[in-house]
């Protein structure tokens, strides 16, 4: 039977998918089930972005000044709300928040952690383009009461579950929990998670490549000699290649996924390890990929690989198909000149 003769909505799949795991408790769909109602509560005040200059005028709305810097803390303060009492989690930290996030006491710790970046690409909101939110889940590796910073500093191929929401043309679900990658798309009239896009594939090579171009000067002399090399004209090997830069890596990085190619992040002379966030961004987009056959490097080391020390170190990334992802290594590390 195809996608469309089943209706799966994202609470089926999640329950079925626990199926196959024996002793498996149920945790894991309330957990995914809350984050699916912390997406929705964003999406609401989302879509309302651009009225918000048209109703406050009016009072009808109790919103002024900065609209981006409120829907990050809106959305922040969502998934903190709609995660915080259920019982799975013992601590969650947000790349809006500096320090950890504990559970209130009057609430039960769990086994799991949750780390989030609750909306990406926030620069975009005033154009109407797509933003996003990306978690990422863990096991605790502490015994018991409030999770600690070692509960949070795991490597990223300790996640057992991770994915993101895209504010988009529509919204959509996308995650993993090590059994492939699966997309969601909300229908808004029954306000469900329909399954649209099963197990995803990323294409072994693509042709399409996503980085801030405007840097280039910034760069190394292999990262500017990469760039000059998708942009020389060779049939054989698909070149040039096709730009593409929203400016919301979760966004850039789902196009990736789809159309296969590859989303830079590289360092530079301002920013030595680039500008993305290794436990909110680089790592959770990371399992997902791979999961769905592709690959992320810092340029030197497999991402998953590598192991945190502090909670919002940044790492250069370099992400999507398997093939360009190690044509990109090649040039950054000087192997290929
Ligand atoms: P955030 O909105 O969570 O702070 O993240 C923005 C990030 C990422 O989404 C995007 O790809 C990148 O910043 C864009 O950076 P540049 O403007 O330097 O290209
Ligand atoms: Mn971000
Ligand atoms: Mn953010």
Known sequence: MSTADRLVTLERHIIEGERNHPGATGEFSSLLHGLSLAAKLIWREVTKAGLVNILGKTDRMNIS???????????????????????????????????????????????????????????????????????SVYR?????????MADILQSGNQQVAAGYVLFGSSMMFVYTTGHGVHGFTLDPSVGEFLLSHENIRIPPKGTIYSVNEGNTNRWSAGMQRYVRWLKEEDAATGRPYSSRY??????????????????????????PRGKLRLMYENNPLAYVIEEAGGACSTGETRMLDLVPKSLHERYPMFIGSVEDVRIATEFVTGKRT
């Open 140 to 148: 605790r590796v502490s015994q018991e009461g409030p999770g600690t």
């Open 246 to 271: 929203i400016g919301s890596m979760v966004a850039d990085v789902h196009r990736t996924m789809l159309y296969g190619g590859i989303y830079c992040y590289p360092g530079d002379t301002k920013n």
């Open 65 to 135: 000044g900065d609209v981006v810097k409120k829907l990050d803390v809106f959305a922040d303060e969502t998934i903190y709300r709609a995660m915080d009492h259920l019982g799975h989690l013992c601590v969650m930290a947000s790349e809006e928040n500096e320090d950890l996030l504990h559970i209130p006491s009057h609430y039960p710790n769990g086994k799991y952690v949750l780390l989030y970046d609750p909306l990406d690409g926030s620069s975009n909101i005033d154009a109407n383009a797509t933003i996003g939110t990306i978690f």
